[in-house]
């Protein structure tokens, strides 16, 4: 028997060690990845003309960063690998790719879909003015241009990102107005038992959250968040704690609240997705394998539900010792075994997270004229109208009525809140409004499309 | 019998199966009438073809036969706002019909003859003419007719809203309630549907678009009918400028720009399956769809799609839809495989299948959609178009 076509999507922790770990087993993979050099997010690479250490870049991850940017230096010579290649699209055994304007097809048997994460964005008064930026995107903004998002900035939302990227652009010397923290102090208390699974980890958590106030930084938590003010940029942060309503003057912000897995291939190939209750998300279902429902289809990394970038390595490496053994290669049980162990204790410290940050409920809190969806402009008031006027229960019929979700980014950006929204306008649980449908091409693509003359 | 135990009983004076345009429509006007309803759909209110479609509001091209339907249908769209409390968006922007080579504007000539004969005034333009008031057509065109009173609506909101006002006036609608079975009861029918649903009726409405022929072939009047499936993309908002509903001879692509300024667009087909209920678009039918729309308009060079989309419709051999009453059963009355261009007619389609059941005639000539017309054709599959300006995708 040959062996099979197999393509992997997206070149972070998880993508690569799939790829390494198949490698060593003598199958050989397609690599798409939509970034110009491997590492992911987390552990993404400057451009060449960026010097430096990668010690200033990753902290405490250089060690594991430059130990993937070597393992994909080395690949790539070995296996078929794609930068700066878009998956736009998959049916039927076959992804379409779009690479520097040119298209193909990339026909596979077997599929492993590592396409990470990304920001997950509540949407309030003022988060469409310019300055505000992502976490995500704010790190971007350092680790891969070297400058900051702006000169006095304040970060807000929640998760451990929050705290990370405060503490990096204080390292890089940026201006840190205050961080606010929507979640109080006590969740963080209650949620130690289980976040002291990884030590490690959890002193890394603690180490950047108290070198935020040795760098002197106003760090608030348990703050609602009132809106961002300005008119033509930013100029404010308003905020409520306790009774006390208070404002941070700054011209930028990093807003994010935690991740939300990117699983739009996941959505188009056909997986069966549930809903988790832990993290209020929908995400596609893995046997222990990583194996979907879709036979052949298998999910490694963030893509199939947050659990970090150690997590992610450790996925890759299970999805690719899974594809061996189904391909009838020699495998290493004791390897397995040690793989799922370690990947269990990570599950428990990932509960401890979502304690200790849960995603604040937003319900129908937001003022009526709070733009929802960016993409469409349209605000809170207008989708409750629609709601109301077509007696909306589920999401698809609500972007059907109202547009929410029709826009570029398909809902990756406002869903959640749309969601939120129709849930408690609806008094329905949030898991039985439903999710979006995802259609091709998963992000915009311009005219003509690749594979015409 | 089916394995479905039967939960809750309604007895009505119309069961109508298939919740697309013409059967919220037809809901709507029976209930106004003063018959009790009951309207079973297996998803939600027009989420297959009525929902999916182009949204094209076109009188220009049609076959003959439908015209004078299209006619009246159109008189509808004018008064919706009265009618459901939504325009749906119903933009009477004019529809462009365009010729890419001298054999078309040749058949464009001839139709707009033969349509004025049903009242519909067509407006021929050459090269010149064409390109003076539509400075955003590529050279590819040579002329075109226009259709002044044609235009465009978002077909996401008509069924709903058509829904909506049904309910109001009290027609009951059941929403994700497949009908698993449809038989003859004495003299009444019979509905089971897989919830528990049963309904007893004495008139039954089959509007189940590409499942419409299940329920005929349940009644001994099988047709050749096949799932179709539109192929559909749109752009991010761009500045207005494609001032008209455009279709070319062919029916190889169509496009028009809603108000917000994203520009709708389609043409070939996309895969489904009406048997597992899925659907999507094709990527290389969506490609030679973007050349297409690129030669027509090619302002839209580099303009981002930002999604596509199919649904499942029912397409007969002839491309004109099954409408009247059943020729096997009494008080059975047909009106599926609208071919792919059912969305302008849905409006008027409800009022012709009230008609039907409240005075037994239509004031409509609807003897070609007559479901005899496939007696003893074991497949007419290969039945070409009666008539060759018919386009090919007429959403």
Known sequence: ?????????????????????LSRHGLSAILVDEAPKGGGQIYRQPPDSFQGPASSRYGFEARKASALHLTIKRLATAIDYRPSTLAWNVCDGRLDTLCAGRGESVVFDILVIATGAMDRMLPLPGWTLPGVYALGGAQIALKYQGC??????????????????????????????????????????????????????????????????????????????????????????HYRRGSVDKSVRCDAVGLGFGLKSETQLADLVGCRFRFDGESRQ???????????????????GDGAGIGGADAAELWGERVGLSIAARCGRRHDASRIAKIDRRLARLARFRAGLERAFPLPLLGSTLPDDTILCRCESIRVGQVKDAIRAFDVVEMNRMKAISRVGMGRCQGRMCGHAAAELLAAETRQDLAAVGRLRGQPPIKPLPMPWPGTP | MTGHAVTERLRVDVAIVGGGIAGCSAALHLRRRGLSVCLMEKGALGSQASGVNFGGVRQQGRHFAELPLARRSREVWGRLPELIGTDCEFIPSGHLKLARNEEDLAALERYAADAAEFGLELEMMGRKRVHDEHRWLGENVIGGSLAADDGHANPRLLTPAFGRAARAVGADLREFTPVVETERDGARFRVRCATGLEVSATSLVNTAGAWGGEIAAAFDEPVPIETIAPNMLVTEPLPSFITRAVGVCGGDVYLRQVARGNVVFGGGDGWADSSLERSRPSSETSARAIERALGLVPALQSALVIRSWSGIEGGMPDDIPVIGFSSTTPNLIHAFGFSGHGFQLGPVIGIIIDELVGTGASTSPLGAFDIGRFHGAADLRHVSAANPEQEGAKR
């Open chain 1, 1 to 21: 028997m040959a062996d099979p076509a197999i393509a992997i999507v997206g070149a972070g922790p998880a993508g690569i060690r799939a790829a390494e770990a």
């Open chain 1, 148 to 237: 900051a998002i702006g000169q006095n900035t304040v970060f807000l939302g929640t998760g451990p990102l929050l705290y990370l990227v405060a503490y990096q652009y204080a390292k890089a010397g940026a201006k840190i107005e205050a961080v606010l923290d929507v979640n109080p102090a006590h969740a963080k208390r209650r949620a130690l038992f289980a976040l002291a699974s990884s030590p490690r980890t959890l002193a890394k958590g603690i180490y950047y959250r108290a070198s935020l106030g040795t760098h002197g930084i106003a760090v608030e938590e348990g703050v609602t968040p009132m809106g961002i003010a300005g008119t033509d940029e930013v100029r404010e942060v």
């Open chain 1, 282 to 300: 929908w995400l596609p279902e893995r046997n222990s394998d990583g194996e979907s429902t879709v036979s052949g289809v298998y999910l490694a």
